[in-house]
């Protein structure tokens, strides 16, 4: 069965995922010359780098949301289609998704990553992982629930369990959610909960290797590391997570900690597409692709953000993993299909790299802006510039501002429910 899209005379480009790749890509593509379809298994755009802000109480979901048919509403030749990608067919230019299959001219694959479990399926089963805006919603109900049941728990090991907080990944995701429950910690236990110690509750942040941010300088990752000491994180590096049993988080040293609370943030890898060749499979399931972000051993599909891989001389491993290059892919990546329509010669990406910001919490965060390096509160001035900035829509950048205005003077996060939804059992 074929979705019913409206026949055109212009070339179709099917782009799978509206992350920030995908987003730049259409914001960017003139409709004089194409027609453009999204498919998403989400109907918005999720901020990822503000996910944790959510889980931790910070920010309503709806403040990092923002719906694709209200972004694209006035764009011309745009259809968005709810549905998850099953296969690619190359051969007949088509993907086969859930709701049927959609041909296409051009295929743009932008659809990002997923946390990496590393084959371990135990930790996969019961690790909350914060990569969309359901998980991270989970995590803040299990966080608060825990909290409500350590009041009335009687038993000494179960209370210590629910009180223990392990986060494994010492990335800026593991950083940044570590931060904001030390100040969860400080200023709203002692409010909210008057008969539990504050002391209680404790945070631990396990790395693999010797440093925390490995993708920041010697100097930033030290400023970090104390940074999240001060604010009394458990931090454990050179040690691996290998197990999770009986609610104990086992490491590689076979030490242990107790906990009901284990937030997976160690890894990400690329979503999977049956049809696409073995051969065009990189590391952790990235697409190879040449220097104008077409597919190896194609010429109409290409791949952007996170889950191509694309050597240059700068990174001869491959882009970091991070909103910026899919962003810039994207700009460029519309403006050499248009170039590719008219014959023109395609212009090669080229990686510039505006610098790398990481939070830790009020008044502290870390930044590499070329040779520069600042922490404290002027690195987290930048930082908060520069997420505004990206937030879509004004009303959410307005209620993301007042938020962090009122938390800021308030030391008080406001978005303390417990909502679970119940599944819909209606057929």
Request: some cysteine; aromatic content about 10%; proline content about 3%.
């Amino acid at each position: 069965m074929d979705v019913q899209i409206p026949k055109s005379n212009k070339k179709r480009i099917v782009v799978v995922g509206g992350g920030f790749g995908g987003l730049t890509l259409i914001n960017k593509l003139d409709s004089k010359y194409f027609q453009i379809v999204l498919v998403d298994r989400n109907n918005y755009h999720q901020f990822q780098p503000l996910l944790y802000q959510v889980a931790s109480s910070g920010l309503e979901q709806g403040s990092i949301s923002f719906p694709f048919r209200k972004h694209f509403h006035k764009k011309k030749n745009f259809y968005f289609r709810l549905a998850d990608v099953k296969e690619i067919d190359s051969k007949s230019n088509q993907i086969k998704t859930s709701i049927g299959n959609i041909g296409y001219d051009y295929l743009v694959l932008a659809a990002g990553t997923t946390t990496n479990f590393f084959g371990n399926k135990e930790i996969e089963e019961q690790a909350l992982p914060m990569k969309t805006v359901e998980e991270a919603l989970e995590l803040k109900n299990t966080l608060l629930t825990n909290l409500e049941k350590a009041l009335d728990c009687s038993d000494v090991e179960t209370r210590k369990e629910l009180l223990n907080i392990v986060i494994v990944g010492a990335g800026a995701t593991g950083v940044e959610i570590a931060g904001a429950l030390s100040e969860m910690r400080r200023y709203i236990i002692p409010k909210d909960y008057p008969d539990l110690k504050k002391n209680n509750l404790n945070i631990y942040l396990i790395e693999g290797s010797n440093k925390v941010l490995g993708n920041l300088s010697e100097e930033s990752s030290a400023n970090a590391l104390k940074a999240l000491k001060k604010m009394g994180v458990n931090v454990i590096l050179n040690k691996r997570v290998t197990a999770y049993k009986d609610n104990k988080v086992i490491m590689d040293d076979e030490s242990f900690i107790a906990t009901k609370t284990l937030v997976w943030v160690s890894g990400v890898a690329s979503q999977h597409f049956e049809g696409l060749p073995d051969e065009v499979v990189g590391h952790a399931g990235r697409l190879l692709v040449n220097e104008y972000n077409q597919l190896q051993n194609s010429s109409n599909i290409f791949v952007l953000g996170d889950l191509c891989l694309q050597y240059e001389k700068s990174y001869p491993k491959g882009h970091p993993q991070v909103a910026p290059v899919a962003i810039q892919q994207g700009k460029l990546l519309a403006s050499n299909l248009k170039k590719l329509e008219k014959g023109e010669a395609l212009k090669p990406f080229k990686y510039f790299n505006q610098g790398t910001l990481a939070t830790i919490g009020r008044n502290k965060a870390v930044a590499d802006i070329k040779s520069l390096r600042l922490h404290g509160f002027i690195a987290w001035m930048v930082w908060m510039l520069v997420h505004l900035r990206s937030i879509l829509g004004v009303r959410n950048k307005l209620t993301v501002l007042f938020d962090w205005i009122w938390n800021y003077l308030t030391y008080d996060q406001s978005m303390r429910f417990i909502i679970y939804v119940k599944p819909n059992k209606k057929k």
